[in-house]
């Protein structure tokens, strides 16, 4: 029977690869718009210290409700906003969205909080990005210290001078430098000790590893011990459950993220996660294992 409707179903088939691409150009058409439209918005998830369980910051994280076809994840629309270009402008307006946020929680009174913000390679190629970062930490008074960029491997393997300069700028300024997703990419953990680097954010297939007994486990555990060797903050990321978080903090992991503390929130819910203070199940813990 298959064989039969080879005609009418490659017809579908093809009817329908035209769909998810017009579907894509609509979308594509429809992004060029949403930041005016003021359909771009920034959610921000808690880090947790692991060793107290306070609150240390938030990752920043873009958001993109389409009026018709409700919350694109960013998944879809970051990759596809960095093949047109378009990432330099979003990533413009959360880098200044995510600053002004934190100064609001630093004037709160929580003025040891990070706001860390993803950047697109294309950010570092097109114009001054080290400007930008002046010019919104200047509007904003915020330390550079309180603000962290994250950058994949990718980034670093690219080794382009202008990249390379932009980073060590960013340092001098005392902007704090992360590895997004560390492990996923061709970097070697040799490779830490060249950059201009403080913090390593290990990638969420290697945290998922920990409760199943293979091997995983043990390049987590390498990837915490060099990180310490080098001084670097360890971070892990997407952190689900109890049994994670005990492995991460014995193994000396710094800090954590994930939904088990919390998923990314309107500002107005992080605002209570950070007047609740610290991670509600963390002191017993922490006081248990005599911390
Ligand atoms: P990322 O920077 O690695 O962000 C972490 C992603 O993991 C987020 O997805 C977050 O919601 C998700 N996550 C956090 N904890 C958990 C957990 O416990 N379990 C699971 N299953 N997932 C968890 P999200 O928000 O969908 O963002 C996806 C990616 O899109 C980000 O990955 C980042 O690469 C990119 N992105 C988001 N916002 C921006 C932006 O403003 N600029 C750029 N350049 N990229 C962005
Ligand atoms: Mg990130
Ligand atoms: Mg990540
Ligand atoms: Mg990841």
Aim: charged share 25%; proline share 4%; glycine share 8%.
């Amino acid at each position: 029977a298959a064989k039969e409707e080879g005609g009418p179903s490659f017809r579908f088939f093809t009817r329908g690869m035209n769909e998810a691409a017009q579907q894509r150009l609509a979308i594509e058409l429809s992004l060029r718009k949403a930041l005016e439209r003021g359909e771009i918005f920034v959610h921000y998830q808690p880090k947790v210290d692991l060793s107290c369980g306070e609150i240390t910051g938030f990752e920043a994280l873009a958001r993109w409700r389409h009026p018709e076809l409700g919350l694109i994840p960013p998944e879809t629309f970051i990759p596809l906003a960095e093949k047109n270009g378009l990432i330099v402008r979003i990533g413009e307006w959360v880098l200044r969205t995510a600053c002004t946020q934190a100064r609001v929680w630093i004037d709160e009174g929580f003025s040891d909080l990070c706001m860390a913000i993803n950047l697109s390679s294309h950010q570092f190629t097109s114009g001054s990005l080290t400007s930008l970062v002046k010019e919104v930490l200047d509007e904003t008074e915020l330390p550079p210290s309180c603000l962290e960029f994250e950058i994949t491997e990718g980034i670093l393997m690219e080794r382009t001078d202008k990249t390379m300069r932009t980073l060590s700028e960013l340092r001098d300024m005392g902007v704090r430098i992360s590895i997004d997703d560390f492990g996923t990419g061709y970097s070697s953990l040799g490779y830490l000790k060249r950059f201009p680097v403080n913090t390593v954010k290990i990638d969420r297939s290697f945290v998922r590893e920990i409760d199943s007994p293979h091997e995983d486990a043990a390049i987590i555990k390498a990837i915490i011990a060099v990180a310490r060797n080098l001084n670097l903050q360890v971070v892990a990321e997407g952190v689900e459950s109890h049994s994670q978080t005990e492995f991460l903090l014995a193994h000396g992991c710094n800090e954590a993220q994930g939904f088990l503390f919390g998923k990314p929130v309107a500002p107005d819910e992080a605002s209570l996660m950070l007047r609740a203070g610290r991670w509600r199940d963390a002191p017993a813990r922490a006081m248990a294992r005599g911390r």
